[in-house]
């Protein structure tokens, strides 16, 4: 092994920074490590949640990384947990703008992980996966749950999508415990995405998130990253924090909110996506019959 360790193995194109690659597998370990220590407190009883900051390394697959990611942490929680404590039902939602496709890959035919994944419409963006009819596949199918969200939906259409999706699967799956990942990206001004959460709209998330894991026990792992502007990011995360902590922390929105996101324009095509992600689902949860 050279001194750049496994980084080659597991890298793309878009996960070669300029410089010092070694030095990038050597975070993604600690990553791993941090959300190693974050199932290990939890499962200890020491604290009900933990958040892992620079986590929800969602893109990297079993066998190789991309899209800025090398090692899926968020898979790698799952499988710990699994394994070393024997849970047997972990429920992960993805709240990321992109699809969590390294995410899907370890658990598309594995019955004892719901994921449920909430992003852009994959026909606009990367990874490109993600659709509605994707439901997972033998054991597992009807565990793996997209909910593709249209360009511009905002707060209202992912309040709506967890009151008609992601809550009444948490109450039917009982998860044993819940994990979350996913940061900044995405809010309305973030540049990579075209999403239009606000900062209301990434609280409501982490209340929810805090909310739901009232099922087992406020047993959650929070895996916070990603956000493509830097003077949104730390107010996104914050804010996705204090929802789930149940803290009062004043945050102002850092960049003025567009006319066009004052009303959540996308709902009725929200509302069209949410009927259609409950058909591909009816046969497998009874929540949508
Ligand atoms: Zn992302």
Same mark, same amino acid.
């Given at each position: 092994?050279?001194?750049?360790?496994?980084?080659?193995?597991?890298?793309?194109?878009?996960?070669?920074?300029?410089?010092?690659?070694?030095?990038?597998?050597?975070?993604?370990?600690?990553?791993?490590?941090?959300?190693?220590?974050?199932?290990?407190?939890?499962?200890?009883?020491?604290?009900?949640?933990?958040?892992?900051?620079?986590?929800?390394?969602?893109?990297?697959?079993?066998?190789?990384?991309?899209?800025?990611?090398?090692?899926?942490?968020?898979?790698?929680?799952?499988?710990?947990?699994?394994?070393?404590?024997?849970?047997?039902?972990?429920?992960?939602?993805?709240?990321?703008?992109?699809?969590?496709?390294?995410?899907?890959?370890?658990?598309?035919?594995?019955?004892?992980?719901?994921?449920?994944?909430?992003?852009?419409?994959?026909?606009?963006?990367?990874?490109?996966?993600?659709?509605?009819?994707?439901?997972?596949?033998?054991?597992?199918?009807?565990?793996?749950?997209?909910?593709?969200?249209?360009?511009?939906?905002?707060?209202?259409?992912?309040?709506?999508?967890?009151?008609?999706?992601?809550?009444?699967?948490?109450?039917?799956? &009982?998860?044993?415990?819940?994990? &979350?990942?996913?940061?900044?990206?995405?809010?309305?001004?973030?540049?990579?995405?075209?999403?239009?959460?606000?900062?209301?709209?990434?609280?409501?998330?982490?209340?929810?998130?805090?909310?739901?894991?009232?099922?087992?026990?406020?047993?959650?792992?929070?895996?916070?990253?990603?956000?493509?502007?830097?003077?949104?990011?730390?107010?996104?995360?914050?804010?996705?924090?204090?929802?789930?902590?149940?803290?009062?922390?004043?945050?102002?929105?850092?960049?003025?909110?567009?006319?066009?996101?004052?009303?959540?324009?996308?709902?009725?095509?929200?509302?069209?996506?949410?009927?259609?992600?409950?058909?591909?689902?009816?046969?497998?949860?009874?929540?949508?019959?």
């Amino acid at each position: 092994m050279d001194e750049e360790g496994d980084f080659f193995q597991y890298q793309a194109l878009d996960n070669r920074p300029i410089g010092r690659p070694g030095k990038v597998e050597e975070a993604a370990r600690l990553v791993i490590g941090q959300a190693k220590l974050a199932a290990d407190l939890i499962q200890a009883g020491k604290f009900q949640k933990v958040i892992s900051i620079g986590g929800g390394l969602h893109h990297a697959k079993v066998a190789s990384g991309e899209g800025f990611c090398l090692y899926n942490d968020v898979a790698f929680t799952a499988v710990y947990l699994m394994e070393k404590y024997h849970l047997k039902r972990v429920m992960i939602l993805d709240t990321d703008a992109h699809a969590g496709n390294g995410t899907a890959e370890y658990f598309i035919s594995d019955p004892r992980v719901l994921f449920v994944d909430l992003h852009q419409d994959p026909g606009t963006i990367y990874p490109g996966t993600g659709f509605a009819p994707e439901i997972g596949t033998g054991a597992g199918i009807g565990k793996t749950v997209n909910i593709p969200l249209p360009v511009n939906a905002g707060n209202d259409s992912y309040k709506k999508v967890f009151e008609e999706i992601i809550e009444p699967l948490a109450k039917e799956f &009982r998860p044993e415990i819940i994990i &979350r990942n996913g940061g900044a990206d995405p809010h309305f001004n973030d540049g990579l995405t075209s999403l239009g959460l606000t900062l209301d709209g990434f609280k409501m998330i982490g209340r929810k998130v805090r909310d739901m894991a009232e099922i087992c026990g406020g047993k959650e792992i929070d895996l916070v990253a990603s956000g493509y502007h830097r003077g949104i990011l730390p107010y996104a995360w914050m804010a996705l924090i204090a929802g789930l902590g149940n803290f009062n922390v004043p945050l102002e929105e850092p960049s003025p909110i567009p006319h066009s996101l004052r009303i959540d324009s996308q709902m009725p095509e929200t509302l069209k996506m949410i009927a259609e992600v409950k058909a591909f689902h009816k046969d497998y949860w009874r929540c949508f019959r």
